[in-house]
């Protein structure tokens, strides 16, 4: 995905190691229960083969970054306030970790869940 020649050698980054920053990012937010797919297809497929890069998509345009997160959140948060969140902290870690712009992070609210009301 990412090219980067120095005097050493190259360094090539991959979307899934992207992808892997982002959720993980992702899970440690608050009022985020977890990740899921963006349609049936890719959650028969997360069923059968463990994937720790579900519920993120990564695209990369040769200069900067776009991520797309499909999230469920704990009912009885502020969505807008926990999307932001979450889109904020992904750009972070995301930034922070590889040294490369993110152009955007879309966040999209799959869901909602309760939890025990124990």
Same mark, same amino acid.
């Given at each position: %995905? ?5 005097? *050493?050698?190259?360094?090539? *980054?991959? !979307?899934?190691? *992207?992808? $892997? #920053? ?6 440690? +937010?608050?009022?985020? @229960?977890?990740? $899921? ?5 890719s959650?028969?497929? /997360?069923?059968?083969?463990?994937? !720790? +890069?579900?519920?993120?998509? @990564?695209?990369?345009d040769g200069?900067? *970054? $776009? &991520?797309? =997160?499909? &999230? &469920? #959140? ?7 306030? @926990?999307?932001? +969140? ?6 972070? /870690?995301?930034?922070?970790? =590889?040294? %490369? !712009? ?9 869901? =909602?869940?309760?939890?025990? @009301?124990?």
């Amino acid at each position: %995905m990412s090219d980067e020649n120095n005097s *050493i050698g190259s360094i090539h *980054i991959a !979307p899934r190691a *992207i992808a $892997t #920053i982002a959720f993980h990012a992702v899970r440690q +937010s608050y009022g985020v @229960v977890g990740l $899921t797919s963006k349609n049936l297809v890719s959650g028969i497929a /997360q069923a059968i083969v463990k994937d !720790p +890069s579900h519920g993120v998509e @990564v695209h990369f345009d040769g200069e900067s *970054i $776009t &991520i797309d =997160l499909y &999230i &469920i #959140i704990e009912y009885g948060t502020r969505v807008k306030s @926990v999307a932001s +969140s979450v889109g904020n902290s992904v750009k972070y /870690q995301v930034e922070k970790t =590889l040294g %490369m !712009p993110v152009k955007a992070v879309n966040v999209h609210v799959q869901g =909602l869940r309760v939890s025990d @009301v124990d």
